[in-house]
């Protein structure tokens, strides 16, 4: 039975044997349970609710005392046999457990819910077989009284059967769960198997909504809490806590919130916490396999092979053919991004189960990010069609589809794959770009990387986190690597104002460098800080300046010790946290240089290569102990803090942003040393200015505020105004000056970019025109602009092949005049002695405008002359 019962069905006229020998002729099922509900005594019904709670908040042995008693007294109450079966259970106690169920399905041999607990059961003591073979009883069961389960209750029941089975999550879905929980909205089993089911597809917010409309009962138990708190793990872990908290609370005994919990101390790089939160998980059940799947995770990360492989050995103890071990082991290394190890383990876990979900989905991800494409997107394939509701093999089969149009640019050591508008666009500077990142930061490292790097840039966030993640959704992202794979948001993903791709490429490539020295095996911190760093290194525009909120934040609470980094980047406590995060790893980075050299940093990564943790590598190659090296960083970052702005405050003026500048001044009279309060009065005044003592006025207080932070580039910064001023004058020359002081900051800085340019054509300074071209493409290659100042400056320096790419990427973009687009890159081509291709671009430009009179001219001039006619005869 590989598909659904049709609701509806019948029995098949057979009556079965079991129920019609029972005494009392008991024909019909209404009357059974009529019969089942009266048989206990009043009292024992409060009892089973006494065990329930017993067993849901953690009691496990007074739920297990209370059900063995009224069990011995003869019971045939199935949730009786479930508690005391479940009880053992969570203990371990798996042989008491399969006694338990044993006798249970004596006494109740129609019971499907005990049937199915009894699969977990068997497995637990080895006997694999047996508990496939309760399938097929299952299966007898319903066959024999498919009517029998059309109640909420057994709708639930069948359902999971049937998932059990392999059946389309689909179909269970509108078939039995649904429908549950729509007949008896009070039933908490509905929506924990809806929720559940969810989960297994990576439908999380399925999970989410399904729970919160969860009837209020459903509160009071810790599974409840469990499954909100994964269905938030991906997107926001914050949430994922507190409901942890709420399940432990609930029941501080609940090992899969410990677990759970376990995970994310993983993830935080916080072994001890982790290790702790395991050592509670064995207190309440000493063989628990996942806890010593996490447990072989930890040695794994402490690089101790013979931990590893024993706390494997005691997680596959009960169940040698148990999927589940390898998979977790996998999946928690691939989370810290030891994909090649992960793999491996979701390899074993498939040689157990060949058709395990989990394990496939897993290593689907693993293989996508190591860059072994061809067999990843087979398997996406082979998942999606097994399993359609699938949300993870749906999103990848359809992104696959997507980046089948997108073009694959090769450079010497990459593979470079762009929308094909966008690779015509600036893939050759992309291309050249990843090959002066490659010479300088692999030679500054002295990393050897073999196989091409796969560089993906999207168009649309949506497909970026696909790609990266396996789900829509994660903001915030610019660029991801996972060592062989880098992926990135194009320019077009990022509206008006997009970040640097070219920072952002260095920056991902700096990941590749570390990450293949290391073999993946450093802490986020440590790689984040150096992909920082190598940006300011590479351009100080790129950089991470300190702005005031960093400043406050170094001298204020929120500074981190180098010793605890990672935490400050595992766990933020908000998006700005997290950017801290990023400044203050770079900045560690730039500490550990100054104070130990490159030499040391380079050795403290071949330490970590070496499976040498970082709380062993840095002490040795610093020549400091660790809590040197905190107070070492403290005192450097201070100082650093403190040479920012020196003597101002950060205090803001109380005042309505309608505030004219009499108010502000007043405020300012009050707090003469606020750097906000000068902004905004100096942006108030630079707005205002109209005649000179106005502007003599204005440029004072921006001089001052220049004075006081020059390295801030926020809103309302000095240069802007000082621009601002100099084009109220006018003053072109001036206007420059301040435009190129602050592009010489900020790489992303395009509308003082776009300005500068229109100086320059202005005043015929066709260098510093390319330049500033150039560097608006690195910030938007998809604007008519800067290849038109690149392509107009080019020419006039007679940089031919410039001005070629130039115009040409123009008369893709130029959608004001492409007709003067095309004509200007035919006649560069007529130039060059390129008449073919200078005969055809006129053709297009005067498809575009066919009265342009200087293109007929310049077709004219490029036809060939035509052959004199031969002679007619007549
Ligand atoms: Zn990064």
């Known amino acids: 039975m590989g598909d659904l019962v049709e609701q509806g069905e019948r029995s098949r006229g057979r009556r079965p044997r079991r129920w019609a020998s029972r005494p009392g002729a008991i024909t019909g099922l209404a009357c059974l349970l009529a019969w089942i509900a009266a048989s206990p005594r009043p009292s024992r019904a409060a009892d089973i609710a006494a065990a329930e709670a017993a067993f849901r908040t953690g009691r496990y042995d007074e739920a297990n005392r209370l059900a063995a008693e009224a069990v011995r007294d003869g019971s045939w109450v199935e949730r009786w046999h479930l508690v005391k079966i479940r009880s053992e259970m969570a203990q371990g106690l798996y042989p008491a457990a ?50 029998r389960y059309g109640t909420p209750d057994g709708l639930v029941l069948l359902g999971r059967y049937f998932l059990a089975r392999g059946a389309d999550a689909k179909k269970v879905l509108n078939q039995c769960f649904d429908p549950a929980a729509k007949q008896q909205p009070g039933l908490v089993d509905a929506p924990f198997a809806i929720a559940e089911l969810a989960l297994s597809k990576q439908d999380a917010a399925l999970a989410a909504t399904t729970l919160a409309k969860a009837p209020k009962a459903a509160r009071d138990d810790p599974h409840y809490h469990y499954l909100l708190a994964r269905a938030f793990d991906d997107d926001d872990r914050g949430r994922s806590e507190k409901e942890l908290d709420e399940a432990l609370k609930v029941n501080p005994r609940h090992v899969d919130s410990l677990l759970l919990r376990a995970s994310h101390r993983v993830d935080q790089e ?106 990843g997107w087979a398997l996406a394939d082979a998942i999606f069609k097994d399993d359609p509701y699938n949300v993870l093999a749906f999103n990848l089969t359809t992104l696959r589809d997507l980046l089948a149009g997108f073009r694959t640019l090769q450079g010497e050591g990459f593979l470079v794959r762009m929308d094909p508008r966008e690779a015509e666009l600036y893939g050759p500077r992309v291309l050249a770009l990843l090959a002066r990142a490659r010479k300088t930061l692999g030679a500054k490292y002295g990393a050897t990387i073999d196989g091409p790097i796969t560089v993906e840039i999207f168009p649309r966030k949506k497909e970026f986190a696909v790609r990266t993640f396996g789900l829509p959704g994660a903001e915030g992202f610019l660029g991801v690597c996972f060592g062989p794979v880098i992926t990135a948001n194009s320019p077009a993903s990022q509206g008006e104002t997009p970040a640097n791709w070219e920072a952002v490429l260095w920056h991902e490539y700096g990941h590749v460098v570390t990450l293949h020295k290391t073999k993946n095996k450093m802490p986020r911190w440590l790689s984040e800080g150096i992909s920082v760093y190598e940006e300011g290194k590479e351009n100080p525009a790129w950089g991470s300046p300190i702005t005031p909120r960093y400043r406050a934040m170094l001298l204020g609470e929120d500074f981190t010790p180098l010793s605890r980094l990672s935490a400050a980047f595992l766990a933020p406590k908000s998006g700005m946290h997290l950017q801290f995060a990023y400044f203050e790893s770079a ?9 130990a050299g490159e030499a040391a940093l380079r050795g403290v990564l071949d330490d970590l290569g070496a499976g040498f943790t970082i709380n062993e590598a840095l002490p040795s190659r610093a020549g400091m102990t660790l809590e040197q090296l905190d107070l070492a960083f403290a005192d450097f970052a201070r100082k650093k803090a403190e040479a920012v702005a020196p003597g101002m405050t950060w205090d803001a003026p109380d005042l309505p942003p309608t505030a004219d500048a009499k108010a502000l001044e007043d405020w300012l009279g009050q707090h003469p040393k606020s750097f906000p ?54 003053d072109p020359p001036a206007e420059r000056q301040a435009l190129e002081a602050l592009a010489a900051k900020d790489g992303d800085a395009s509308p003082a970019l776009l300005r500068l340019m229109e100086l320059e054509r202005g005043s015929g300074d066709w260098p510093a025109l390319a330049r500033d071209a150039g560097r608006m493409l690195a910030i938007n290659p998809l604007v008519a602009a800067p290849h038109r100042g690149l392509a107009e400056a080019s020419e006039k320096l007679g940089h031919d092949a410039e001005a070629l790419d130039a115009y040409k990427a123009l008369a893709i973009l130029d959608e004001t005049d492409p007709a003067d687009a095309h004509y200007r890159l035919a006649k560069l081509l007529a130039r060059l002695g390129r008449k073919d291709e200078a005969r055809l671009e006129v053709l297009k430009s005067l498809e575009e405008a066919p009265r342009f009179l200087d293109a007929h001219k310049l077709l004219l001039e490029l036809v060939p002359p035509e052959p004199r006619p031969e002679a007619k005869t007549p």
């Open 98 to 147: 399969l006694g338990s169920f044993e006798d249970g399905a004596r006494r109740i041999p129609g019971s499907v819910a005990l049937l199915l607990l009894g699969r977990e059961v068997y497995r637990r003591n080895g006997r694999g077989a047996e508990a496939d073979a309760l399938l097929d009883a299952i299966e007898a069961r319903v066959r024999a009284a498919p009517s």
């Open 270 to 375: 916080r072994s001890a916490e982790a290790a702790d939160l395991l050592q509670q998980a064995f207190a309440v059940n000493p063989r628990e396999p996942r806890g010593w799947a996490y447990r072989a995770v930890l040695a794994h990360l402490s690089s101790h092979p013979e931990g590893e492989a024993s706390a494997r050995a005691k997680a596959l103890d009960s169940w040698p053919e148990d999927p589940e071990v390898d998979h977790i082991i996998g999946r928690e290394l691939s989370a810290k991004y030891r994909f090649a190890e992960g793999s491996a383990y979701q390899r074993k876990s498939l040689g157990l189960d060949p058709d395990y979900p989990p394990a496939r989905a897993q290593l689907c991800q693993d293989l996508l990010r190591l860059g072994r494409e061809d067999e």
């Open 587 to 595: 900045l560690a980075v730039e500490f550990l240089i100054a104070k």
């Open 677 to 730: 309060g000068l902004r905004r009065l100096a942006a108030k005044l630079v707005a205002g200015a109209t005649d000179a003592p106005g502007l003599a006025k204005a440029k004072g207080r921006v001089e001052e505020l220049r004075r006081a932070d020059p390295d801030y580039v926020g809103e309302d910064n000095a240069y802007v105004l000082l621009a601002a001023l100099a084009r109220k004058t006018p």
